[in-house]
């Protein structure tokens, strides 16, 4: 079982309000990513980090910021939520090394709901 | 047209049944394939992941790639209540990381007692 940790898992917040959705692993994994999800639609990659001070943008454009001050934290920001922010977001990890077996362990996601 | 196309189901099947789940992709530089389960409000897990085209078993699990046909399949045999789940395939190029993936939109599959 993976140990990677989000929270919180369900939110319900106004239009507006600046949220942080986190995200934690304590596999030591350098690279760490976050994806969002719609319903019955694929995953789409919005930032990932290599490690410690590295954050990149992902596929999917996205208002959301990041940060990767500590290996094994790594949160998202939306600084003024809005109703097309609503979706699940996924955070995930994986080692650094060749892709061979590189298995990206997921978080159980967190649950954006903007009104 | 996306990269990769994935019949969203739902798929019903009872007990036992062989279940399989196919994708298909455009995009010839794809080299690795995975197979992700998602159970209801959690995360994606890999099942299974293969290179180029062949075979790999894992159990109750096998993975084709056909890279010809530019097609993937998972079966899954004497299938289980336990299997119901959205079913994802996933896939990217030689020398890409993780960053790179391509997901389907899944297969929800519910296997019916």
């Known amino acids: 079982e993976a140990d990677i940790y989000q929270t919180p898992r369900y939110l319900v917040i106004g239009t507006g309000k600046k949220i942080t959705l986190e995200c934690s692993q304590t596999m030591g994994h350098d690279k760490m990513y976050w994806y969002q999800q719609d319903p019955g639609m694929e995953l789409h990659l919005i930032h990932y980090?290599?490690?410690?001070?590295?954050?990149e943008k992902g596929d999917l454009s996205s208002e959301s910021t990041v940060s990767r001050i500590r290996t094994e934290h790594f949160p998202l920001t939306l600084e003024s939520a809005r109703p097309s922010h609503t979706s699940q977001y996924l955070c995930?990890?994986?080692?650094?090394?060749?892709?061979?077996?590189?298995?990206?362990?997921f978080g159980e996601g967190s649950w954006l709901t903007v009104v | 047209q996306k990269e990769v196309e994935q019949d969203p189901g739902p798929l019903s099947v009872p007990e036992g049944a062989i279940v399989s789940l196919n994708c298909t992709y455009s995009n010839s530089a794809f080299q690795y394939f995975m197979w992700y389960r998602q159970y209801s409000r959690k995360g994606p897990e890999l099942l299974m992941y293969t290179y180029s085209s062949g075979n790999k078993e894992d159990g109750r699990f096998t993975a084709q790639v056909d890279k010809s046909s530019k097609y993937i399949s998972l079966f899954i045999r004497d299938s289980q209540p336990s299997d119901s789940a959205t079913y994802l395939c996933?896939?990217?190029?030689?020398?890409?990381?993780?960053?790179?993936?391509?997901f389907g939109t899944g297969t929800r599959l519910t296997i019916i007692p």
């Open positions: 996933a896939m990217t190029g030689g020398n890409f990381g993780n960053e790179k993936l391509t």
């Open positions: 995930a990890s994986s080692e650094w090394e060749g892709f061979s077996g590189n298995t990206i362990y």
């Open positions: 980090s290599y490690g410690v001070n590295s954050t």
